[in-house]
T-cell receptor
Framework: DAKTTQPPSMDCAEGRAANLPCNHSTISGNEYVYWYRQIHSQGPQYIIHGLKNNETNEMASLIITEDRKSSTLILPHATLRDTAVYYCISSGNTPLVFGKGTRLSVIA | EAQVTQNPRYLITVTGKKLTVTCSQNMNHEYMSWYRQDPGLGLRQIYYSMNVEVTDKGDVPEGYKVSRKEKRNFPLILESPSPNQTSLYFC???????????FGPGTRLTVT
C-alpha cells in the first residue's frame, strides 16, 4: 500500500499557482519524497524529489514541512498542459509504490 | 535522445498464446521495472531488476516472467496470458537510487 495520502482531485485556474498537498506522516529518516505526474495514459514523468530541504527546479517547487510529515508541490503558473494525475511517493531504497494520486484539472 | 522504448505499443491476443513485450533503454541504467495500470487500481509493480541477472518480484508478479540478460533490455513474458492480464503496461528505468525514473510510452494489451 502507498504510504502517502493525497486528495483525489483538485481544480486550478489557468495561470494561477497549483498547490498539491501530500501527507506522509509515517515517513522514515532516510526516505525521500518524490513527485511524478501522468498525463492521460502516457508514461509517468518525474517532477522533483527532496529529503528535508525545500527544492525547486524548472517544473515545480517542493515544500517539505519541518517535521517531514507532509509536503506541497507547487506549480507556479499552471497551464492547461499541466492537467494530469500527480503522484506523491515516499521511498528509501525500496521500489517506488504509486498510490492513486491527485487528479489536477487546470481550467481556462 | 535518452529514452525507454516498448514494443509493441498495442497488442490484442487470445488466451494462452505466449507473448513478449520488449523494453529497452539507452541510458545505461542499472534499475529497470515493469508496472501495470488498471482503472481504479493505479500503477502496480510487476517485477524489477537492480542489474543484469538480478530480478525480483513486485506487488503483482503472478502470471509474468522477466529476464535481464543485458543491461539495456528487460522483456516481460506472459507464458499463458489470461483476460485478467488485459491492462496498460509501462516499463521504467533509472540509475540505482531511482530518484528519477524514466518511463516508456506504454503497451496496451488486450487478452480475449
Amino acid at each position: 500500500d502507498a504510504k502517502t495520502t493525497q486528495p483525489p482531485s483538485m481544480d486550478c485556474a489557468e495561470g494561477r499557482a497549483a498547490n498539491l498537498p501530500c501527507n506522509h506522516s509515517t515517513i522514515s529518516g532516510n526516505e525521500y519524497v518524490y513527485w511524478y505526474r501522468q498525463i492521460h495514459s502516457q508514461g509517468p514523468q518525474y517532477i522533483i524529489h527532496g529529503l528535508k530541504n525545500n527544492e525547486t527546479n524548472e517544473m515545480a517547487s517542493l515544500i517539505i514541512t519541518e517535521d517531514r510529515k507532509s509536503s506541497t508541490l507547487i506549480l507556479p503558473h499552471a497551464t492547461l498542459r499541466d492537467t494530469a494525475v500527480y503522484y506523491c511517493i515516499s521511498s528509501g531504497n525500496t521500489p517506488l509504490v504509486f498510490g492513486k494520486g491527485t487528479r489536477l484539472s487546470v481550467i481556462a | 535522445e535518452a529514452q525507454v522504448t516498448q514494443n509493441p505499443r498495442y497488442l490484442i491476443t487470445v488466451t494462452g498464446k505466449k507473448l513478449t513485450v520488449t523494453c529497452s533503454q539507452n541510458m545505461n541504467h542499472e534499475y529497470m521495472s515493469w508496472y501495470r495500470q488498471d482503472p481504479g487500481l493505479g500503477l502496480r509493480q510487476i517485477y524489477y531488476s537492480m542489474n543484469v541477472e538480478v530480478t525480483d518480484k513486485g506487488d503483482v508478479p503472478e502470471g509474468y516472467k522477466v529476464s535481464r540478460k543485458e543491461k539495456r533490455n528487460f522483456p516481460l513474458i506472459l507464458e499463458s496470458p489470461s483476460p485478467n492480464q488485459t491492462s496498460l503496461y509501462f516499463c521504467a528505468s533509472s540509475l540505482w537510487g531511482h530518484y528519477e525514473q524514466y518511463f516508456g510510452p506504454g503497451t496496451r494489451l488486450t487478452v480475449t
